[in-house]
Each structure stands twice: as structure tokens, then as C-alpha cells.
């Protein structure tokens, strides 16, 4: 049977090596497959994709033992302001004093840096990377995949963590619900002469939100904000050929000199958005974490902490199982998962799509209801904290790894 | 079926023949199919094995996050079907042996093991004819309510008792509620295989507290095993239906 481990995690981004970490820590082996060079993706520069990493997730990280290597690299956000295309009425969610912050910004990079380097270090943790699956099996009594270069992994659980365009899902034949904004995500890093004092912007327009995140001044003490610009996408192609002068004047024209004077950090890079989730997270011996299993529109910035929230759902359903004797793989344990994550995805799902479309109506009425919503949210407080704790990642039933 | 049907057979994997081996795997991959015939055994099976985790924990003073807590340790699944007890306390770090009175029960479960990689010992036969030794963990799940001779039965479970260890059983409680609900409700919808059950058989536990004390042991708290539409079966203090319990020697 050669190596035999408890999980083959087929994708080794993010929410995979955290999986791969998770699982580790609680005396789990993994092997793990990836098609990337970590050369490339650990190589210096900044790509100019960040993540908001809610309180919840960082308690995970903090669970694992990454916190300390990541701490120094994550900008809190102290407030999060929301405006209709900075018209007045702008919402301001800021957490009373002593409260925990809304969530910390990192670059993806350092997120990958000290996953890779704890992953490194771990003896459970078989990492097979720039490896391509060329077959993938399941059967009653465990998994494998065939890598190309005829090396052959087993395990009792294969995990499908290789993002929205999931191979492994769609082999298995697991449906897909989805359905396209037809609008893409403009990617990129930005330097700004005044301080963003932890204030993540998101700056509704009617072609799509316009996001400022906030990111940790670079070696130089430059200010940094990760931009995520949504764009239709018949104008994608044009704004991501602009000469760098004209895309951050474009951009400057959208910020309204709210961060001064703006420079281009990094390369642009863009990404379609879709909203898409799947009917069933799980199958034989299977189980879908992540973007495999649903994504969702990054206007909240709660993609990555939905799929940990997986990667904590699923640790505490295989150390429950294996606790009791029980095979990773076991149905009755992934029916556990599939009960405990199938509807929560959904739901946050549907509430960041329906805020999509609520903000991609054109027109001064729509735009006027929407300003009334946020001032009535604004000065609703039972409301604004449910917002609130939505970005931190509390609300609902949170796996042991996600508490404080 | 050969030597297969004489009783007190060993079973090591390797005295199965290829063409026998195909008919267990097939009857094995039945009784292992979570949403086939023994639906309500796979549903029912992480309910007792929390009971029996925190027996083993309790007797052994074992760590709750250990997760092999039978290293060590023997164990002995008396009445073991296709094994679907006997993997996990292997699982959990045990040697284990299952025993049944079925030889095709105890071939299923040889091929199941094989297949999972998992190094068990079965034997066909009745526990009473078996010179196999002691164990320090003997259990026996819903089997005492199809035995004829009661208290022969758990005169030879306490035989393989080893000093100092722990058996644990279950069964159904003889209530009007069982009777409605395991015999007329169960087994008309097919939720249990008809005929699986007598409900004359069925042994209370003040019942079985006497005929174990008659045989030198001692009954612990049993706990229910429950059923609610929106916990599904779970353990609780109610006995009405079916309970488990730990046994040692008395003393």
C-alpha cells in the first residue's frame, strides 16, 4: 500500500496548507499536491493580492502556531467605511474600545511565506510540489492519485482544495450552481502619500464596488493599500492595458484624494467574478474545501475566511472521528461536514451576492434607498454589530479551531 | 462453502480462497454500505463508540485527545457481524479478535479488514467453545438479546475478562417503547431488517444488573441510546429504548 496517510489534499494554496497545517497539529498525515513552483510563489515583490483575515480566522491561525511568524506582517483594520460612490450617508463600522478589530490585511504572500515555512518543518506533511494528477480513485476502503510522474500517493480522505475551477469536483461529478457578474476584479498594490490609519474603503459605484484595504507601510515606511476594483467586463481588458499613468489617474479620479497622492505597487492582474456553489460538498471519500466549494464575490473580503472556517469544520469532524476509532473517510463523519458547512457557505453567499446586485443598480432612486439603508444601519446599533461580527467571522456555529 | 462453515475455524486472511473471497467482499461491501441494509448500525455506530471512548478513558485514565488509546491493549468484540466495531477499536490502537456465531458474518469481516489494511483477528464459532485467552477489553453490542442461555452467555464473557478490565454492552430494554418503536415502527419501514429482533428477548437493565452480579460482575450506569428528530441517536439518560452499560469484575 506504500504511505498510507489519513488525507490527500489535491491543491496547496492557502486554505489547502492550512488544511494540511491544521490536520498536522492534531496528529493527522497528509500528503499534498500542487501544481505551483514555490519558488515563484514565494519569490520576492509584491503581487498585490491581500486578504482580510477576520478575528476568527486569525484565531485559527493563532491555533496553529503561525501567529507569531505572521503577526508582524498583518495591518488591523481599524474601521471599515462604506460609501455610495462617496456621496453622503457613508456607514462607518468601528469597533468600541476594547473590542477586537474588524479583521487584519496581509499581503498573500506573507500568508504563503509562513505557511510554507511551517509546512517545511512538519514531518506529517508530504508536499509533492509542480506535480501534475493524472488519475484520481476512490473506493470503499481509501483514495489515491497518480501523479505524472507515476508516483502514487494514498490516503483514507482525498480533500479537494484547487480553487474555483476544481478538477477534482468536477470528476466526481459534484454539480455546480453558478452564475457569472460578468464583471471582473482589478487587481493591484498601491503607495499613497497620507496614512490610511486602518480604514478599509469600500466605495460602491454602479459598475461594481471599489475597495481600499488596508496593508503595512513597506520597508521604505511607504503607506500601502491593496486595490480591488470591479469592472464590467467588456472595460476589463482596456483597464489592464492602460499605461500606469492613466490607470492611477483613472483610480485616483474613483478615491477622491481620500489617501493623497497615489503610486502603482506591483503588477496589475485581474480575475473574473462569479458567484458559485455546489449542491453537495462532499462524496465518497471525498470532501470540498474552499473556492472548490463555493465562491464568492470578494466585495467583504470573506472568500479565504470562509474556506478556513472549512478547514476548522473539518479538522474538529476528523479528530472527533478519529478519536472514536473511526476511518477519516468514514460517510457518517463528511455528513457531518457536509450538514455543518453546506449551509453556512450558503448563506454568506447569498448575502454578499444579494449586496452585489442591490449595488449594481444604476440611477439616483436606487442610489438615494441605498444611502437610506446604510444611514439606517448606520444609527440601528443591534445591526451594525451584526455587520460588525459578519466581517470578524463569529456569527454562526464556529469550529473549536476558529474560537479565541 | 467448505471448511468455512465448520465452527471454531481461525480466520486468517490468507486461509481465504479467491473465489470465497469474492462472495465475503460482496457481502462485506453490503453490510459496510452506510446507506444499505445496515443503515441504522453505521448511524448508531459513532454513538456507542463515544460511550466506549469514554469508558476506555475512564478505566484507563487515558487522556480524552489520545488517539490511540487501546495501544497495548487486547480487545474482544463478541458477536462481531462484518467488524464494523472491531476496525475502529483496532483503530484506536488495539489488538482486537471478533467472534461470531455466523462464519459468513466472520468472512465479511475478514475481507473488509483486508481491505482497509487493518491486521484483525476473527473467528468463527461461539464464545463459550473458545480457548482464546483473556482480554482487557471485551465488549458485546446488541447480541445478549439473541442469546438462548443468558447467563451461560455472560458466564463466558466474564471467562475472557482479563484482571483488571473492562466490558462494555449494549442492548434493547424490553418497554412498551421499544416494542413500538424497534419492532412494529423499525422493521415496517425497513429501517432495521425484519425479523431482526424478539422483543420477548429483550433484557432490562435491573434485569441484566442481577444476572451479571450473579456472575460475579458489576453493572455501571447504563445510558440510553436515544432518538430525536433533531439530534438524530444520541446517548442520553434515557433508557426506554436501548442502552449501554460498563461492566467489571465485582470486587
Known amino acids: 500500500m506504500g504511505d498510507k496517510r489519513e488525507l490527500l489534499i489535491l491543491g496547496g494554496g492557502l486554505v489547502g496548507m492550512t488544511l494540511a497545517l491544521a490536520a498536522a497539529r492534531r496528529g493527522m498525515a497528509s500528503h499534498v499536491v500542487d501544481r505551483a513552483d514555490p519558488a515563484e510563489l514565494l519569490a520576492e515583490g509584491f503581487d498585490g493580492r491581500a486578504s482580510a483575515i477576520s478575528t476568527a480566522s486569525w484565531n485559527l491561525f493563532t491555533n496553529i502556531g503561525l501567529a507569531d511568524a505572521l503577526e508582524q506582517h498583518g495591518c488591523p483594520i481599524e474601521s471599515i467605511a462604506v460609501t455610495d460612490g462617496m456621496k453622503p450617508g457613508r456607514l462607518d463600522f468601528t469597533p468600541a474600545k476594547g473590542d477586537s478589530t474588524l479583521g487584519r490585511m496581509f499581503a498573500n504572500r506573507q500568508l504563503r511565506l509562513a505557511l510554507h515555512e511551517a509546512a517545511a518543518a512538519e514531518p506529517l506533511i508530504a508536499l509533492h510540489s509542480r506535480a501534475n494528477v493524472t488519475e484520481r480513485h476512490r473506493d470503499e476502503h481509501g483514495v489515491h492519485a497518480v501523479l505524472a510522474d507515476g508516483t502514487r500517493l494514498n490516503a483514507a480522505l482525498m480533500i479537494a482544495a484547487e480553487g474555483r475551477q476544481s478538477p477534482t469536483r468536477d470528476d466526481a461529478g459534484l454539480v455546480v450552481a453558478k452564475w457569472d457578474y460578468r464583471h471582473r476584479a482589478i487587481i493591484a498594490g498601491l503607495t499613497h502619500a497620507k496614512p490610511h490609519n486602518g480604514v478599509a474603503w469600500e466605495i460602491f459605484y454602479p459598475a461594481g464596488p471599489f475597495a481600499l484595504l488596508p496593508l503595512r507601510d513597506d520597508d521604505q515606511g511607504r503607506h500601502r493599500s491593496a486595490l480591488v476594483w470591479t469592472v464590467s467586463e467588456e472595460d476589463a481588458a482596456g483597464v489592464l492595458t492602460l499605461s500606469e499613468r492613466a490607470f492611477l489617474a483613472e483610480v485616483e479620479r474613483r478615491m477622491h484624494g481620500v489617501l493623497g497622492a497615489i503610486a502603482a505597487d506591483g503588477p496589475r492582474s485581474s480575475y473574473p467574478l462569479g458567484f458559485h456553489h455546489t449542491a453537495r460538498i462532499t462524496g465518497q471519500r471525498l470532501a470540498l474545501i474552499g473556492d472548490a466549494a463555493h465562491g464568492i464575490h470578494p466585495i467583504a473580503g470573506q472568500g479565504l475566511n470562509l474556506g478556513l472556517r472549512d478547514v476548522g469544520a473539518l479538522v474538529e469532524v476528523l479528530v472527533d472521528g478519529m478519536r472514536l476509532g473511526l476511518d477519516p473517510g468514514d460517510a457518517q463523519l463528511l455528513a457531518r461536514y457536509e450538514r455543518w458547512r453546506g449551509l453556512d457557505s450558503f448563506s454568506v453567499a447569498l448575502a454578499t451576492d444579494g449586496l452585489t446586485r442591490l449595488f449594481g443598480i444604476p440611477g439616483r432612486l436606487p442610489s438615494a434607498i441605498r444611502r437610506l439603508g446604510m444611514g439606517a444601519i448606520q444609527r440601528t446599533p443591534p445591526l451594525k454589530r451584526w455587520f460588525m461580527d459578519e466581517a470578524r467571522g463569529v456569527t454562526g456555529k464556529l469550529p473549536e479551531l476558529l474560537q479565541g | ?251
Open chain 2, 1 to 251: 462453502m467448505g471448511d468455512a462453515t465448520t465452527a471454531n475455524a481461525i480466520l486468517a486472511n490468507a486461509t481465504i480462497r479467491p473465489d470465497e473471497a469474492a462472495h465475503f467482499g460482496r457481502l462485506a461491501a453490503e453490510w459496510w454500505d452506510p446507506k444499505g441494509s445496515s443503515a441504522m448500525l453505521h448511524r448508531l455506530n459513532p454513538v456507542r463508540l463515544r460511550f466506549i471512548r469514554e469508558a476506555i478513558d475512564r478505566h484507563w485514565h487515558i487522556d480524552d485527545h489520545h488517539l490511540k488509546p487501546l495501544a497495548g491493549k487486547s480487545a474482544l468484540d463478541v458477536g462481531c457481524g462484518a467488524g464494523l466495531l472491531c476496525e475502529p477499536l483496532a483503530r484506536l490502537g488495539g489488538d482486537v479478535t471478533g467472534i461470531d456465531a455466523a462464519p459468513e458474518n466472520a468472512q465479511a469481516a475478514a475481507a473488509h479488514a483486508e481491505g482497509a489494511g487493518l491486521d484483525i483477528r476473527y473467528i468463527a464459532g461461539e464464545v463459550g467453545a473458545q480457548d482464546i485467552g483473556t482480554f482487557d477489553l471485551v465488549t458485546s453490542m446488541e447480541v445478549i438479546e439473541h442469546v438462548a442461555d443468558k447467563a451461560d452467555f455472560v458466564a463466558a464473557l466474564r471467562a475472557r475478562l482479563a484482571p483488571g478490565g473492562l466490558m462494555i454492552l449494549s442492548t434493547p430494554n424490553r418497554t412498551a417503547m421499544s416494542r413500538l418503536l424497534m419492532i412494529q415502527a423499525a422493521e415496517t419501514f425497513g429501517a432495521i431488517p425484519r425479523g431482526t429482533h424478539h422483543w420477548d428477548d429483550f433484557i432490562t437493565p435491573d434485569e441484566l444488573a442481577d444476572l451479571l452480579a450473579d456472575a460475579g460482575l458489576t453493572m455501571g450506569t447504563p445510558q440510553g441510546i436515544g432518538f430525536s428528530p433533531l439530534k438524530g441517536l444520541h446517548l442520553s439518560g434515557d433508557l426506554s429504548l436501548n442502552y449501554i452499560v460498563t461492566v467489571t469484575a465485582a470486587g
